[in-house]
């Protein structure tokens, strides 16, 4: 009242509300972003462009800022994965359906390190990590194993796997050809993103060069035989588990996804042919307007990017969809109980940004992977946020916030210096070789673990709020050594009882493929229904291709 009294206009309201700030009493705290972004204490109209309508659209229309669909979850809600993997290939799989008959509507693998590095069970890099951080799959009798009971063709099946990722879908298909289900109609998504695995990850194989050849390769193939599938998850993911800023997430995964788009050009085929079936992975951190101003800048970036850049003319092709994993690096060993509500903030900001598939944590991931009272917690959060919050209700209810409009502004900005000084390097692989995205990461986890360590920044039950002599007692699953033993039993029997001869025929013509440039699914398939191994097509793919070593970043 005393503002409308005082003041005659819009700009003295507002000039008298700030003099009433600076006058008033302020926390000592840090009022940034997560990422360092500086925040006003309140928005006004003033922070936002005025074309507001022009610029972020309506669900579902160009650029997609509010989402790729017109009623989004009132039409479909997402789908709801968790992330499942290890032991055997029998102990994921009675996982797998545990978790389907509680109401998940997707799977995702976790692979354990051995299969992730492309190593069979017997190699020596192997001894001690099987099944233990996810299940162990080599050849084509283990993945008929993991999907045992569950039809191929009508569930989708999501894989977290990159550098041997082309062997791992022959398998896949192979196994569904078993069942009788056509590659034409598997549903599901393969991570296959190479590039994030030199910038954050570090599970390579080949070298870059090399290994964009096998993901053109792959992106070919499924294009003209897999329509369904997505062929790449362009992943932001393991780059703010790295320690990235948001900013640098969105700018490092998009750029990333330009890449690919490029590949595919430069491979002949046409932008709208596979770029709507490139999809992409975000991280869902506790700053919860922050991601949500994340997801909306990705969509739109993305939209303008290859409609006015790549000459998309296919509105599919211009539409960002996303899957969505909570923070594993937010979640504390300390009061694991809370990771809780750590998660369900983190997966509430996923569902309110519009994403289309979601993973939410369980509260014992930080001490080892998770129970199935830990998981099923973390299912049930995901159906709570669906069904009791009234969330889905609305499309973007956000949009239009002057906060919300402005960080999403920002984001895009900040993104787009990011992409220029990329091609200013020349491109992203060039980037990589010189290790920038790396330093970039290394400096803001840096900068986060100081504001931590000089309790700048809070984290509940690390550094504030933190319970003396604290006894965690919350039970675990344990990997013994079982799954290990099995596995190399199971490959010494494979060995013994097929073709050696027809193995080393179908392993060279791999071999022959990787130097003569004929597209590799095809010869990798026949090897995988005829029991090569997963860590021999590699070793006949280094063969021509070698291996890649690191430079050194500091």
């Not at 669900?59 to 669909?69: K, N, S």
């Not at 090897?527 to 500091?554: D, H, P, Q, R």
Request: some cysteine; charged content about 25%.
């Amino acid at each position: 009242e005393n503002y409308f009294m005082s003041a005659s206009n819009d700009n003295d309201f507002l000039s008298s509300w700030r003099n009433d700030v600076n006058n008033s009493k302020t926390r000592t705290f840090s009022f940034d972003t997560l990422s360092g972004h500086q925040l006003d204490v309140c928005y006004f109209p003033e922070n936002i462009n005025q074309e507001y309508l022009k610029k972020s659209g309506f669900p579902g229309q160009f650029p997609f800022t509010r989402g790729i669909h017109p009623n989004l979850y009132r039409g479909k809600l997402w789908t709801m994965r968790q992330f499942a993997g290890f032991g055997t290939p029998e102990e994921t799989n009675r996982r797998f359906k545990l978790l389907l008959e509680k109401g998940q509507t997707g799977l995702s693998v976790a692979y354990d390190m051995p299969t992730l590095m492309g190593y069979d069970p017997d190699h020596s890099l192997s001894l001690g990590e099987v099944g233990k951080c996810g299940v162990s799959v080599f050849h084509i009798d283990d993945m008929e194993l993991l999907f045992s009971g569950i039809n191929l063709g009508e569930v989708s099946v999501s894989q977290t796997i990159n550098g041997p990722a082309i062997i791992l879908l022959a398998f896949y298909i192979a196994v569904a050809e078993r069942q009788g289900v056509n590659a034409k109609n598997l549903k599901g998504t393969l991570q296959n993103d190479i590039l994030k695995e030199f910038i954050a990850q570090k599970e390579w194989i080949f070298p870059p060069d090399h290994s964009m050849r096998i993901i053109t390769d792959m992106l070919s193939y499924c294009t003209s035989e897999m329509p369904l599938y997505n062929t790449i998850s362009v992943s932001g993911y393991h780059i703010r588990e790295a320690g990235s800023t948001a900013a640098q997430e969105l700018a490092f995964t998009l750029s990333d996804g330009f890449t690919y788009i490029e590949h595919g050009l430069n491979a002949g085929l046409d932008v709208d042919s596979f770029a709507p079936r490139i999809s992409f992975f975000f991280n869902s951190h506790s700053d919860f307007f922050e991601e949500i101003a994340k997801y909306r800048a990705a969509r739109r970036i993305w939209a303008k990017k290859l409609k006015y850049k790549y000459g998309a003319k296919n509105e599919k092709s211009m539409m960002l969809r996303f899957h969505t994993q909570t923070a594993g690096c937010s979640l504390t060993a300390q009061q694991p109980e809370i990771n809780i509500a750590r998660t369900s903030f983190q997966a509430m900001a996923a569902v309110l940004g519009g994403t289309q598939s979601l993973h939410t944590n369980s509260m014992d991931e930080t001490l080892a992977l998770p129970s199935e009272k830990a998981a099923e917690i973390a299912l049930r959060t995901q159906q709570l946020i669906a069904y009791e919050t009234g969330v889905a209700n609305v499309v973007d209810p956000l949009g239009g916030s002057w906060f919300i409009e402005k960080l999403t502004d920002e984001m895009e900005n900040k993104a787009e210096e990011y992409f220029k000084e990329i091609d200013d390097m020349g491109g992203v692989i060039s980037a990589i070789e010189n290790g920038y995205q790396q330093r970039e990461i290394g400096k803001s986890a840096s900068n986060f673990q100081n504001n931590v360590d000089k309790n700048e920044r809070v984290v509940v039950g690390v550094n504030d709020f933190i319970n003396e002599n604290e006894d965690i007692d919350i039970p675990i699953l344990e990997i013994d050594t079982r799954a290990e033993k099995n596995q190399m039993e199971r490959l010494i029997q494979i060995k013994s009882s097929r073709d050696s001869t027809l193995t080393s025929n179908l392993l060279d013509s791999i071999t022959k493929a990787c130097k003569n440039g004929d597209n590799l699914v095809p010869p990798i398939i026949d090897a995988a229904k005829n029991y090569c191994t997963m860590g021999e097509i590699v070793e006949a793919m280094k063969l021509e291709f070698g291996e890649w070593t690191e430079n050194s970043v500091f």
